[in-house]
C-alpha cells in the first residue's frame, strides 16, 4: 500500500507514478518518512553482494552485468574508484607513497630530483614533499584508466565474439581486485623490509624477499583472472591461462609505467 504522503505524479518530470519508479525518468517516488532507513536496506545488500563476489567468485561480478542482472551489485567504475581510493588512503601503511619511491631507490636519483624540486619551488623539503604526494594521488588516479583501457584491450581482442563493454567491465574489476591484493602485498613487503626489483640492481636478502613477494603476488592475479576468464568467457584451462599470462603481463608493464609517470608528473607541477 502506497504511502499516504506519497505524491501521485513524478516530482521530477510530471509523469503519473504506478509504482516506486518513474517509468518515464526512472525517478523513485519521493516519500520523505523512512528515506533513510529504506536507503540501507537497499545498498547494505548490494556492497555486501559485490564485496562477497569480487573477493570469493572471479568473474561473477562481469558475468552478472553480462546477463543484464545490474541492479544487485555496485556499478564497476564506482566500485573501482573506490577501491582505488581505500588503497591510497592506505598508502601509509603500504608504502605507496613517492617519499618511500625515493627511499627504496637506491641509486639516489628520485631523491635528488625531489631537493632539487623543491630548492626551486623555494619550500622545505618537507612541505614540497607533501604536496607532491598529494598531485601524486591525483594525478594517478586519473591515470590508472590507461591501465584499465590495457586489460580491455587485451581481454576484447582475444574474445572478439563478446560485446568490448563486457571487456571493459572485467578490466574494472580486474583492477578493483587487484588493488585490494595490491594493499595486502605491498604492506607485507613494508612489514618484512622487502625492496621492490625495480628499486636495485644488488641483490640482498632485502631484494630477494622483494622477489619473491613480487612473484607470490603475480601468482595470485593470475589465478584470479584466470577463473574470471573461465567463468565469464567459458575458456578452457589451456587457452584462459595463455590469456591469463597475457593480461598479467600487460597489466604489470603498464601500471608500472604508469605509477612512473604520475610520480614524474607529481614532481614536476608540484
Known amino acids: 500500500m502506497a504511502d499516504a504522503g506519497a505524491p501521485v505524479a513524478c516530482t521530477n518530470c510530471g509523469?503519473?507514478?504506478?509504482?516506486e519508479w518513474c517509468t518515464r525518468c526512472g525517478q523513485e517516488r519521493i516519500v520523505?518518512?523512512?528515506?533513510?532507513?529504506r536507503y540501507?536496506?537497499?545498498q547494505v545488500p548490494r556492497i555486501l553482494h559485490t564485496v562477497r563476489a569480487l573477493l570469493l567468485q572471479p568473474g561473477q561480478l562481469t558475468?552478472?552485468?553480462?546477463?543484464?542482472?545490474?541492479?544487485?551489485?555496485?556499478?564497476?567504475?564506482?566500485?573501482?574508484?573506490?577501491?582505488?581510493?581505500?588503497?591510497?588512503?592506505?598508502?601509509f601503511v603500504t608504502g605507496f607513497r613517492v617519499a618511500t619511491f625515493a627511499r627504496v631507490d637506491q641509486s639516489g636519483r628520485l631523491q635528488g630530483a625531489i631537493?632539487?624540486?623543491?630548492?626551486?619551488?623555494g619550500v622545505d623539503e618537507g612541505a614540497f614533499v607533501e604536496r607532491v604526494e598529494r598531485r601524486f594521488a591525483l594525478v594517478y588516479t586519473g591515470m590508472t584508466v590507461v591501465t584499465i583501457a590495457a586489460i580491455?584491450?587485451?581481454?576484447?581482442l582475444t574474445h572478439r565474439r563478446r560485446r568490448w563493454n563486457v571487456a571493459g567491465v572485467f578490466a574494472l574489476h580486474v583492477t578493483a581486485?587487484?588493488?585490494?591484493?595490491?594493499?595486502?602485498?605491498?604492506?607485507?613487503?613494508?612489514?618484512?623490509?622487502a625492496t621492490p626489483m625495480l628499486a636495485?640492481?644488488?641483490?640482498?636478502q632485502a631484494a630477494v624477499r622483494g622477489a619473491w613477494w613480487l612473484l607470490l603476488f603475480e601468482g595470485v592475479m593470475f589465478a584470479y583472472v584466470l577463473l574470471a576468464l573461465r567463468r565469464v568467457y567459458g575458456d578452457g584451462v589451456v587457452a584462459g591461462s595463455t590469456k591469463a599470462l597475457l593480461v598479467i603481463v600487460v597489466r604489470l608493464v603498464i601500471s608500472n609505467l604508469v605509477v612512473f609517470a604520475s610520480a614524474s608528473l607529481a614532481l614536476m607541477t608540484a
Open 15 to 19: 509523469a503519473p507514478l504506478a509504482g
Open 152 to 156: 580491455a584491450i587485451v581481454v576484447g
Open 63 to 91: 558475468l552478472e552485468y553480462a546477463r543484464g542482472q545490474r541492479v544487485r551489485s555496485i556499478s564497476a567504475w564506482r566500485l573501482t574508484f573506490n577501491v582505488l581510493a581505500l588503497f591510497l588512503a592506505l598508502s
Open 177 to 193: 581486485w587487484g588493488f585490494l591484493v595490491d594493499a595486502v602485498f605491498q604492506g607485507a613487503m613494508e612489514v618484512t623490509g
Open 115 to 121: 631537493a632539487a624540486a623543491a630548492v626551486r619551488a
Open 32 to 37: 520523505e518518512r523512512g528515506a533513510l532507513r
Open 200 to 204: 636495485t640492481t644488488e641483490v640482498t
Open 40 to 42: 540501507f536496506e537497499r
